[in-house]
């Protein structure tokens, strides 16, 4: 009898002592994740859960992605994973979706939850050569590998593991009130106001360490990105690095074609660079890559060689192919706008067809300008005095000249041919 008060003595006490020693969270932070993931938002992600720990407060991240890059997606679940106070994934808002990368990002928060009309879904991994081909062996091993590591996330946080593994292996999706029935998600909230209430008293366990969410409405902050970090995401956007590109090729071939003007080089030169650096934060296809580069010196050799627009034509076509081929077919929310290629192709074609027509129309009015037709209209300097007649050099040689009007044509004056007779010329002053 005596053993058991002391068992029971023991446990309330251990529970007391688990009370005393619970941390208490009242102060809030949000991050947004709202595109696609890639290095500009691990890294800005990582950013905001360290300021979270620094400022001991709990970290919601407001989720609307259709995915991402792996090695982006795991850097931010690594962070929350090794997080010293609770991260919450919420996918907002109404309308939103985490897809892929965005499905393991949820799974490895401490806390999950999913607005109304939003779903969740569709992780299976994708791994293309360069040719743009799925390659079947090394799709199998990344598929094995995400399918694991998708059911050691849900291990960990205690979520619905069987539905996971599909939503890699078969790429299933589900809506947010299907998500909460199956354990996919821990609730859902209509927005951060009725979050934070759901999420009030709730207990969650960060290694050995107890933790109360008590979150105050009032004291919540959003944490945004920064200006470099917005400007690296704005121009790791697919369609803006692309279009970066283009200025960058146009800067350089006006340059090319105008040397000298300096401001489009230097222009052209900096949006190249950026260009480059966007496309390398993406799965790009180098042989996409190869064919707009060979384009690009198709266009600048058509500036400075008469071809009638062959080379043109040829570097339109080059490039076209290339940008469909750029991003891999099997990332559909990296797809550079079909709209914005075609557009850009018709406009390099009309630019190209206005300088063959020029070049064509100005090789048309050109005369002949051998022989005798050379002196005619050509402007000489007077060596020995017209009396009417003296010396006159024009286009490199000493001619005998005859003032046309009879008048008297000094030394060092400048005249025009306007007829031959003989091998004498007749000038006007």
């Not at 300021?51 to 992605?65: D, F, G, L, Q, V």
């Not at 339109?316 to 192919?321: E, G, Q």
């Not at 009396?387 to 008297?408: H, Q, R």
Request: proline share 4%.
């Amino acid at each position: 009898m005596l053993n058991k008060k002391f068992i029971l003595l023991f446990i309330f006490l251990v529970f007391l002592t688990g009370l005393i020693f619970a941390q208490e969270l009242k102060s809030v932070r949000t991050l947004e994740i709202d595109g696609a993931i890639n290095p500009v938002t691990a890294s800005y992600v990582v950013r905001g859960i360290e300021e979270c720990e620094r400022t001991n407060s709990i970290c919601i991240i407001e989720i609307n992605t259709p995915g991402g890059l792996d090695i982006s997606m795991r850097k931010i679940i690594k962070k929350i994973l090794n997080s010293t106070i609770p991260v919450i994934g919420y996918v907002y808002p109404e309308g939103a979706r985490s897809a892929s990368a965005g499905v393991y990002i949820l799974y490895s928060c401490h806390l999950s939850a999913m607005s109304p009309s939003t779903n969740l879904g569709a992780a299976h991994p994708v791994m293309m050569n360069d040719s743009g081909k799925t390659d079947k062996v090394m799709q199998e091993k990344m598929t094995n590998d995400a399918a694991a590591y998708i059911k050691a996330l849900a291990k960990k946080t205690g979520r619905n593991m069987e539905w996971a593994e599909k939503a890699v292996r078969q790429s299933v999706s589900i809506p947010a009130d299907e998500a909460v029935k199956l354990k996919v998600v821990d609730l859902s909230a209509k927005g951060i106001n009725e979050l934070l209430e759901k999420i009030k008293n709730r207990e969650v366990k960060i290694g050995d360490k107890k933790i109360i969410l008590k979150p105050d409405a009032a004291s919540m902050k959003k944490i945004e990105m920064n200006f470099m970090e917005k400007f690296l995401h704005v121009i790791t956007d697919p369609n803006m690095a692309y279009i970066l590109m283009l200025i960058g090729i146009y800067g350089l071939i006006y340059e090319f074609a105008s040397p000298g003007a300096v401001f489009p080089g230097i222009i052209g030169a900096i949006c190249i660079i950026l260009g480059l650096y966007a496309l390398g934060t993406l799965p790009i296809n180098y042989a996409g890559l190869f064919l707009i580069a060979l384009a690009v010196i198709l266009f600048i050799v058509e500036v400075f060689a008469v071809t009638h627009g062959l080379l043109a034509l040829g570097g339109i076509i080059s490039f076209v192919l290339g940008s469909l081929m750029l991003i891999p077919a099997g990332y559909p929310y990296l797809q550079i706008s079909r709209g914005l290629i075609f557009s850009t192709a018709f406009l390099s074609a009309a630019f190209f067809g206005i300088i063959v027509f020029v070049i064509s129309k100005n090789i048309r009015k050109k005369t002949s300008v051998s022989g005798k037709n050379e002196l005619i209209n050509a402007i000489g300097e007077v060596r020995e005095t017209l009396k009417p007649k003296g010396l006159i050099f024009v286009l490199g040689e000493l001619w005998t000249a005859e003032s046309i009007t009879g008048d008297e044509i000094p030394v060092g004056e400048k005249v025009t041919v306007k007829e031959i007779k003989g091998l004498t010329l007749l000038v006007k002053k």
